[in-house]
């Protein structure tokens, strides 16, 4: 079973909407949360990180978690074409060492 | 640029060949680590270091592969005799390791295609 699972997608929301992504993580010793930004082509991009259960907002983003049930995702509030790229949530497991575990990525279209 | 700076940008190289990339992370940065990345996945773990120190190795990394951060400050990765299956995005991340956890920044990457 792989650490991390994302919807692949693609997801497509009109321009104004909110995106929302999910992602789900098998290891309970999962300590940190992370989601990245990749454009087509392009190296990953942090946007935003989240340790504690509950909501973490940074201006149009806001990731929530769950760890109960082992759950986390990312909201977009007032998608804007700009914000069109595959997004990657990535976990890091305590006892794993330091290594990131990343799921394969959703793909989100913002439309016009 | 403070920011991960990867080089080459891009590599073509024959089968067969041996290839170098080097990482210089964040400055301040103890902890590098290397990632691959191939069309429609996920980054995929290789390698880690703190400082000099080499803590983990992903069993993906065959014996063909080596990674070496000689002096806690940039890294190289290595793949001798290079397989097209070879032929990814290698990643190269930095984070500043204070407590369990931290968040990782990545360089441009370095594409290499091996014909």
């Known amino acids: 079973q792989k650490e991390v699972e994302q919807n692949s997608g693609p997801l497509s929301v009109p321009e104004g909407a909110i995106a929302s992504l999910n992602c789900t993580y098998s290891d309970r010793g999962s300590q940190s949360f992370f989601w990245y930004r990749q454009y087509s082509g392009k190296s990953p991009e942090l946007i935003m990180f989240?340790?504690?259960?509950g909501d973490k907002e940074d201006g149009r983003f806001t990731a929530q978690l769950n760890k109960a049930s082992q759950y986390v995702s990312l909201l977009i509030r007032d998608s804007q074409p700009s914000d069109s790229a595959t997004y990657l949530c990535?976990?890091?497991?305590?006892?794993?060492?330091?290594?990131?575990?990343f799921g394969t990525g959703t793909s989100l279209t913002v439309i016009p | 640029d403070t920011g991960v700076s990867q080089d080459p940008r891009h590599k073509i190289t024959k089968r067969g060949q041996n290839v170098t990339f080097r990482c210089d992370p964040i400055?301040?940065?103890?902890?590098l680590y290397w990632y691959r990345q191939t069309l429609g996945q996920g980054p995929e773990f290789l390698t880690y270091f703190q400082n000099e120190a080499q803590l983990e190795k992903s069993r993906l990394l065959s014996d063909r592969f080596s990674a070496e951060r000689p002096k806690g400050s940039f890294s190289t990765l290595e793949i001798q005799r290079t397989e097209q299956g070879d032929s990814a995005m290698y990643l190269c991340?930095?984070?500043?390791?204070?407590?369990?956890?931290?968040?990782?920044?990545f360089g441009q990457g370095t594409r290499l295609t091996v014909v």
């Open positions: 990535a976990v890091n497991i305590e006892n794993t060492g330091n290594q990131f575990y």
């Open positions: 400055s301040e940065h103890n902890r």
């Open positions: 991340a930095s984070s500043l390791g204070q407590g369990r956890w931290t968040e990782a920044f």
């Open positions: 989240i340790y504690s259960n």
